[in-house]
């Protein structure tokens, strides 16, 4: 079965610094994968998609890259602060009815 | 618009009691889904509605059960609470965007199972 696989080490950088997650998928490639950021107590909330086709996408100090060669997808945050610290998630969707299968998340730990 | 909305926010149950975690969304979404969140674990789908009046299992539905009611709302119930069921619950309302799926979740439900 497909399955995402985020390093689940806590990731902990110095403020200014760019911040690289990573996310493996298993199997076939994903038409598409997304970025969630989720805040302790807190929902995760939607911040960025890539299509199997794009091989890069921005948004702000965000950079998702999509290299299907190697069945993965890179998350950068550039000129990190610290109120960039959450735990991110990526997931893929898996079949036509929406359905999302996440990765367990990498904790972001952003240091003054 | 108050989005997703999830109640209660927190509760403690002994083993075998039962209970309804409520779902509301007023973002007209189609789609609705029931996760729950264990450290480690990532998010896993219990239930889901892909349309009002349909509901499918997920990877983890034993122990659940879930209603559409109608668009806007999607319980979630407990018959029979079990300490493998202490989890946080997480539900999602999906919005179909230029052909991709984006979810958008409520603030969750802490529940403890004693």
């Known amino acids: 079965s497909q399955k995402i696989e985020q390093n689940s080490e806590a990731l902990n950088i110095q403020e200014g610094k760019t911040a690289t997650l990573t996310c493996n998928y298993t199997?076939?490639?994903?038409?598409?994968l997304q970025w969630y950021r989720q805040d302790p107590g807190r929902g995760p909330v939607f911040l960025l998609l890539?299509?199997?086709?794009?091989k890069e996408k921005r948004k702000e100090r965000l950079k998702v890259t999509f290299d299907t060669t190697l069945k993965q997808s890179l998350f950068h945050i550039t000129a990190s602060q610290p109120a960039d610290s959450a735990t991110y998630l990526c997931?893929?969707?898996?079949?036509?009815?929406?359905?999302?299968?996440f990765g367990q998340g990498t904790t972001l730990q952003v240091k003054p | 618009n108050a989005g997703v909305t999830q109640t209660p926010k927190f509760q403690v149950l002994k083993t075998g009691q039962s209970m309804t975690l409520q779902c509301a969304q007023d973002?007209?979404?189609?789609?609705m889904y029931w996760y729950r969140q264990d450290p480690g674990m990532g998010l896993r789908l219990i239930y889901y509605?892909?349309?009002?009046?349909?509901?499918d299992k997920g990877e983890v539905p034993n122990g659940y059960n879930v209603s559409r009611l109608n668009k806007r709302e999607f319980s979630l119930r407990l018959e029979s609470a079990a300490p493998s069921q202490t989890s946080v619950y997480f539900c999602?309302?999906?919005?179909?965007?230029?052909?991709?799926?984006?979810?958008?979740f409520g603030p969750g439900t802490r529940l403890t199972v004693l």
């Open positions: 999602a309302g999906k919005t179909k965007d230029r052909g991709t799926d984006t979810q958008y």
């Open positions: 199997n076939y490639s994903p038409a598409y």
């Open positions: 890539i299509r199997e086709n794009e």
């Open positions: 509605s892909a349309s009002e009046g349909t509901t």
């Open positions: 973002m007209n979404h189609n789609s």
């Open positions: 997931a893929q969707s898996s079949s036509n009815t929406g359905k999302l299968i």
